[in-house]
């Protein structure tokens, strides 16, 4: 069974203060690793897919990387609009269910 | 990327009663999917929709309780029969696109809050 967990659950971060968000995953066969950012009383707004390991993608402030146990999410600089839930998934190879595991969060606050 | 809108956005709905949650997208996908989000939980999927064939339903959902379906490329349907409060979640729609090999992004909708008394 695919397994997906994140760590810290919440963060708080001063602005300009980077860090790092992790996402241990075990899956059957790697499709890809996604990120997402959950505003409250919002769907989750897609980030990045990452599929290999040592593959990277930066957006902004944001760089994920990928190994073949976990993903970061370094948040450099961060300003308070950054503040949000973000949520780690990955796609395993399940052929005819294509479905997302996802993790339970991180809840990152930055503080002006 | 997909854009994505679901009905109605929330709901306060008496136990016992049944709610359809419909999803329209604007661009035809091959894949749908239904998650729910419990208070302060992750997202779980429920089932995945795809057209011409039934819904394939997650361990722990069935049918009965949470009939889908998808009439064609870009909407869906998911009703929740027989409320209880315990059925108390916000509801998503998502959609898979193929963006070439071996390459996906999945893009999700607003949600439906659903509070079941």
């Known amino acids: 069974e695919d397994q997906v967990t994140q760590s810290p659950e919440a963060l708080r971060l001063q602005e300009g203060e980077s860090s790092s968000l992790n996402c241990s995953y075990t899956?059957?066969?790697?499709?890809?690793l996604f990120w997402y950012r959950q505003d409250p009383g919002k769907g989750p707004e897609f980030l990045f897919t990452l599929y290999s390991a040592g593959e990277e993608k930066e957006k902004e402030r944001l760089k994920a990387t990928l190994t073949k146990k976990e993903s970061f999410l370094h948040i450099t600089a961060p300003k308070p609009e950054d503040s949000a839930t973000y949520l780690c998934a990955c796609g395993g190879l399940h052929f005819g269910n294509e479905k997302l595991t996802f993790g339970t969060g991180t809840r990152l606050t930055i503080i002006p | 990327s997909a854009v994505i809108s679901q009905k109605p956005s929330r709901d306060i709905c008496q136990r016992g009663t049944s709610l359809t949650i419909q999803c329209q997208v604007d661009s035809q996908v091959t894949m749908m999917f239904w998650y729910r989000q419990q208070p302060g939980q992750s997202l779980t999927l429920i089932a995945t929709a795809n057209q011409g064939s039934e819904a394939t339903y997650e361990s722990g959902f069935v049918i009965d309780k949470f009939p889908i379906s998808r009439p064609n490329l870009t909407f869906s349907t998911l009703t929740v029969s027989n409320m209880s409060p315990e059925d108390s979640s916000i509801y998503l729609c998502?959609?898979?696109?193929?963006?070439?090999?071996?390459?996906?992004?999945?893009?999700f909708g607003p949600g439906t809050r659903l509070t079941v008394t």
């Open positions: 998502s959609v898979e696109q193929d963006r070439g090999p071996s390459s996906y992004e999945q893009y």
């Open positions: 899956v059957s066969g790697l499709r890809g």
